[in-house]
């Protein structure tokens, strides 16, 4: 095939995947191929497409008919059909970065749908229950979270004073740490940045911990 004859069915492939509208642009292209290289048959003209050879006889045939405009496209009304055949052609053949990609821009509904589809057995039941809660009246679903926090209430407050333990672990830790950079001279005006950074981050969380604990403002004795 020549440059030339390439460079017309490229043209014809990016004008069939708009539609049904370019159809007669895409077969001028592909008639214009084979003006360009005489030897070029419409087995080889399909392949490009991914197509069958009828399919390009019947454009070519579609085309060239008198008067064309008056007739419905070849395959009109089967766009549901192409995209599908794309989309089946796109998941095989495209590097595996590339669907990732797609596939996390989706929805996370639609990612739980596709992976129970292809059979995962977590996300097909994610998906019952999740429709399941989703017909719960608003006074079923209140029910259901004061039960939850009935259960899971005692066990992370009994949790909470463990994780307290070692909240004041790191502190501690941290206080001998900088006693120690004081103590050597290693104190620079970065560390001094970098740790007040942290320690705003603390505070701002301790402030939320002493309102949740009904301490408001008070100080802890």
Known sequence: MTNDAQKHLDKAARLLAKGDGFYAQAADEIIAAQQSDPT????????????SKSWVEKVVAWRTSVPSS??????????????????????????????????????????????????S?????RIVENERVSRLTPAEKKEIEAAKAGITGPINKALGGFTTLGVVGH???????????????AVTAESIYRIDQAHELFLTELEVARAMAGLGEESIA
């Open 40 to 51: 070029l048959g419409y087995r080889e003209i399909a392949a490009n497409f991914g197509r």
């Open 121 to 125: 057995g977590y996300d097909a039941a």
């Open 70 to 119: 008056t007739q419905p496209t070849p395959y009109s009304g089967q766009s549901d059909e192409i995209n599908a055949r794309k989309t089946k052609q796109m998941l095989r053949e495209a590097p595996m970065e590339q669907v990732e990609r797609m596939l996390a821009e989706l929805p996370k509904e639609r990612q739980q749908a596709i992976a129970a589809a292809v059979g």
């Open 171 to 185: 502190i501690e830790q941290a206080t001998e740490d900088l006693s120690e950079m004081i103590a050597t001279s």
